[in-house]
T-cell receptor
Framework: NAGVTQTPKFRVLKTGQSMTLLCAQD?????MYWYRQDPGMGLRLIHY???????AKGEVPDGYNVSRLKKQNFLLGLESAAPSQTSVYFC????????????????FGEGSRLTVL | AQSVTQLDSQVPVFEEAPVELRCNYS??????LFWYVQYPNQGLQLLLK??????LVESINGFEAEFNKSQTSFHLRKPSVHISDTAEYFC????????????FGAGTRLFVKA
């Protein structure tokens, strides 16, 4: 079972460069999320999606964009990277399965470590 | 809006000793509550969850948490820890009606010493 897969796992950027992180899930979940994890701050929600073609802002959306063109994929983009975006990024999926209810449980990828110089 | 406070950033403990990791939350609506565990260089994994019913919930590896509505707490406990329990633990909350967003606490690093 692949679950939630993030690519790439590591990336180093220079200030001002752009990049895209890809998240793919094979569990047919409706909801997908991007979080960033920084020491002492836990996980903070960047953007999320409650279905194909929808996106919404989380707690810290500035400097990021997202797209959900296919149900199984959720892309996180940085148009002009800044050192403050150095972090570990986690994708998660969850939500109601067909005919079921949402229990709130999330399934996480292994993370993508991004360094912006 | 919801918020989660984990009262201890680090908890060092000796092997086979009991441990409690504290979590308080605030919310104007009913919520689901979770504990996730993160081992080094890995993503988060669900440890246990409270959705409804019995206020005491247990995991398969000996952890338990008790939902206390009056104190808005969901503390995690284990009567005897192992070296392998060394990890970071996150408390999280989601609204139980139409809730799409899960909010996490800052995490508690549990360090088990031999």
């Amino acid at each position: 079972n692949a679950g939630v897969t993030q690519t790439p796992k590591f990336r180093v950027l220079k200030t001002g460069q752009s990049m895209t992180l890809l998240c793919a899930q094979d569990m047919n979940h409706e909801y997908m999320y991007w979080y960033r994890q920084d020491p002492g701050m836990g996980l903070r929600l960047i953007h999320y999606s409650v279905g194909e073609g929808t996106t919404a802002k989380g707690e810290v959306p500035d400097g990021y964009n997202v797209s959900r063109l296919k149900k199984q994929n959720f892309l996180l983009g940085l148009e002009s990277a800044a050192p403050s975006q150095t972090s570990v990024y986690f994708c998660a999926s969850g939500g109601p399965l067909a005919g079921g209810t949402n229990t709130g449980e999330l399934f996480f990828g292994e993370g993508s470590r991004l360094t912006v110089l | 809006a919801q918020s989660v406070t984990q009262l201890d950033s680090q908890v060092p403990v000796f092997e086979e000793a009991p441990v409690e990791l504290r979590c308080n939350y605030s919310s104007s609506v009913s919520v689901y509550l979770f504990w996730y565990v993160q081992y080094p260089n890995q993503g988060l994994q669900l440890l246990l969850k409270y959705l409804s019913g019995s206020t005491l919930v247990e995991s398969i590896n000996g952890f338990e948490a008790e939902f206390n509505k009056s104190q808005t707490s969901f503390h995690l406990r284990k009567p005897s820890v192992h070296i392998s329990d060394t990890a970071e633990y996150f408390c999280a909350v989601t609204q139980n009606t139409g809730g799409f967003k899960t909010i996490f606490g800052a995490g508690t690093r549990l360090f088990v010493k031999a």
